[in-house]
């Protein structure tokens, strides 16, 4: 009796049997890339090209969208507008989420679930709802036109969201450490600074890419609250126009550099987001 080697095909296809799983994740990635792909092409065509020709490699490369992007002070001012306030807003809506988060995670006090859930609520509501409150409010206190009003306007649907990831993850860590703390002598600041913020790190990392995303792509709030000194990247692409209409490469080039902050910052915290969705509060 003799026996017949099947070969194992490697791959897409294994053994004898269709992976549908593998082809039909590359075929989203395929489709998702589309977009994205189109961006960059444009970004490095001739605007008479993209008006002309339908083309996703380029025929005739152009960096001008580029160079005309960091040679005008109006688009690098608007760039670093975004990160700032995106950045402030970050670092404040996570300073203020640590404490409220571990207040919701150790104690029951009376009404602390009514709380929590009016945190929520307030990330639910549109922004809209906020726009014109803060316009008046800012401009009353003088902070129109600044990126402080942008950074401090999206800590109110920063904050709540900041909590409830937090409260997630130190919910995980066992109290009975804070007592062992307490016991051997630790002061609260220094237990909460040394010992209890490095064993959230991942938290606070999962917290800082989603405060960091939601005030970068937010347009509404960071238009409404902004002038011609403070603008942010997003609003000086939406009012963009030339007596030639739209310059496509220019805006194109904007898109793509608006995306790589993004990219940057998933970079650096995507193990601590997969550790996110592993315990269930992503």
């Given at each position: ?25 590359w075929f989203i990635m395929a489709i998702w890339s ?57 670092v404040l809506s996570v300073a203020v989420a640590l ?184």
């Amino acid at each position: 009796m003799t026996t017949t080697n099947i070969p194992v095909i490697q791959g897409p296809l294994r053994g004898s049997y269709f992976d549908w799983r593998s082809w039909l994740f590359w075929f989203i990635m395929a489709i998702w890339s589309i977009p994205l792909l189109w961006l960059v092409s444009m970004s490095l065509r001739f605007n008479e090209d993209i008006l002309t020709k339908f083309e996703i490699i380029p025929s005739r490369i152009s960096f001008r969208g580029y160079t005309d992007f960091f040679s005008d002070p109006l688009w690098v001012g608007s760039f670093i507008n975004s990160i700032s306030y995106t950045t402030i807003n970050m670092v404040l809506s996570v300073a203020v989420a640590l404490p409220a988060a571990y207040a919701f995670s150790r104690y029951t006090f009376s009404g602390d679930k009514h709380l929590f859930f009016w945190l929520l609520t307030n990330r639910m509501a549109p922004a809209a709802v906020f726009a014109l409150p803060f316009f008046q409010m800012y401009q009353a206190v003088g902070l129109f036109d600044t990126t402080y009003a942008v950074a401090l306007a999206h800590m109110l649907f920063n904050v709540p969201l900041a909590v409830w990831i937090l409260e997630g993850f130190m919910s995980g860590v066992p109290k009975q450490l804070d007592e062992i703390a307490e016991i051997d002598g630790y002061k609260f600041g220094r237990f909460f600074l040394t010992i209890f913020i490095p064993m959230i790190r991942a938290g606070i990392g999962v917290t800082m890419f989603f405060t960091f995303m939601f005030s970068w792509v937010e347009l509404l709030i960071a238009k409404t609250l902004t002038g011609p000194r403070a603008m942010p990247l997003a609003v000086q692409m939406s009012t963009t126009s030339t007596a030639a209409g739209l310059d496509w490469a220019l805006l194109s080039a904007a898109g793509v550099i608006a995306i790589v902050p993004g990219v940057i910052v998933i970079w650096f915290v995507r193990n601590y987001i997969a550790k996110g969705f592993a315990l269930g509060r992503v």
